[in-house]
């Protein structure tokens, strides 16, 4: 599996999960809440803090028509029109560069998901270190060439997608001479039921394409990214906001600091916690071999004795003999004296 370097941190299945804070719309077009939000990403460890760069006019038409207006009741944005809704959930472009500035001073990994062209080259100016590529626009090839013709890692989101639907986009990256692709896992769906996340995709995904694999979530709470974590997955995406009751496009299926913090604690604890096939106890098991059960001469016998269920009893510590052999020992004869408290050994038997 290809290890991949974005920023300072390698990711790979060597490592433990590359986290990322999408801010998404949850700036509520305020520059000075997007700073804070920088500032708690940061504070949170996660790894990296992911934006959006687009426009409505690079989304959507501005018409009144049934087709650009949301009509699922369960969605949390029923009722919206297209044009209106991207209009307050886009990150306005002139943001990104002290966006980027302020990442820098923090040591904090920023980069985008571009959902235009013309994205992507605001984004190279800003020296972006890998692109993201968004479920909904993954079978915007031209795009999906674009972001992989500048050389840097590609993250694509694969909702809604089919297996022909992904392998059209790898192969687009791959087309321009672009390898270092990382998949993400995710059901476009806001917010998403554990049951909808089909984590078992994970490493189906992984083998079939022979790409590393993460999680894009729209989950509530960590049970499902830490779950993906101990399934393999190498890179954990999730929405980001400073509180949910203030609200915004995507405040609903978001975590809060303290929520992102305890997913870059206990999604490194599940990675770790997978190792290897082991069996009979590993190394650090030893020490605890001595609290298992074993056979021990439970009252003093003489040089000639029969052992019996009195005198002979499966207790701890565990240094004596294995249990099992007690069917064998019982009615055999001692050849020495032995005192309660002697650890039964076949030298014994005479």
Not at 165 to 177: L, Y
Not at 179 to 207: F, M, V, W
Not at 289 to 306: C, E, H, W
Request: charged share 25%; proline share 6%.
């Amino acid at each position: 599996m290809k290890e991949i370097t974005i920023g300072k941190r390698p990711i790979g299945p060597n490592h433990p999960p590359f986290i990322i804070a999408e801010m998404s719309g949850n700036h509520n077009q305020s520059l000075d809440r997007a700073m804070e939000l920088v500032e708690a990403a940061a504070e949170s460890g996660v790894h990296a803090l992911k934006l959006q760069t687009a426009s409505p006019d690079g989304l959507t038409l501005n018409v009144d028509h049934p087709d650009f207006l949301i009509d699922d009741p369960a969605s949390p944005w029923a009722g919206r029109n297209l044009y209106q809704l991207y209009k307050e959930a886009v990150t306005p472009w002139d943001w990104h560069e002290p966006i980027f500035k302020r990442c820098a001073e923090l040591g904090l990994t920023v980069f985008s998901s571009p959902f235009e062209q013309s994205a992507v080259d605001l984004l190279e100016d800003l020296d972006a270190p890998c692109y993201k590529i968004a479920s909904f626009e993954l079978v915007d090839l031209p795009l999906v060439r674009k972001a992989a013709a500048t050389g840097k890692p590609l993250i694509m989101s694969t909702g809604m997608a089919t297996v022909s639907d992904i392998e059209d986009a790898v192969n687009a990256a791959k087309e321009v001479g672009n390898d270092q692709i990382i998949l993400l896992k995710c059901t476009s769906s806001y917010p998403a039921t554990a049951g909808d996340a089909n984590i078992a995709t994970i490493p189906h995904l992984r083998e079939m394409f022979g790409l590393q694999v993460g999680l894009s979530d729209h989950t509530l709470g960590i049970g499902v990214p830490c779950a993906a974590a101990a399934l393999g997955a190498t890179v954990i995406e999730k929405h980001f906001t400073l509180r949910r009751s203030d609200g915004g496009v995507d405040a609903s299926f978001s975590l809060e600091p303290h929520e992102f913090s305890a997913l870059v604690e206990e999604s490194e604890r599940a990675w770790a916690s997978v190792g290897s096939v082991v069996y009979g106890g590993a190394e650090i098991e030893k020490k605890s071999l001595k609290f298992r059960r074993s056979l021990y001469i439970a009252k003093d016998v003489k040089a000639g004795d029969t052992l019996t269920e009195e005198n002979l009893r499966i207790v701890r510590p565990g240094y004596g003999l294995a249990p099992k052999n007690i069917d064998v020992l019982l009615g055999r004869k001692v050849n020495r004296e032995l005192a309660a408290g002697t650890a039964m050994k076949w030298e014994f038997i005479g």
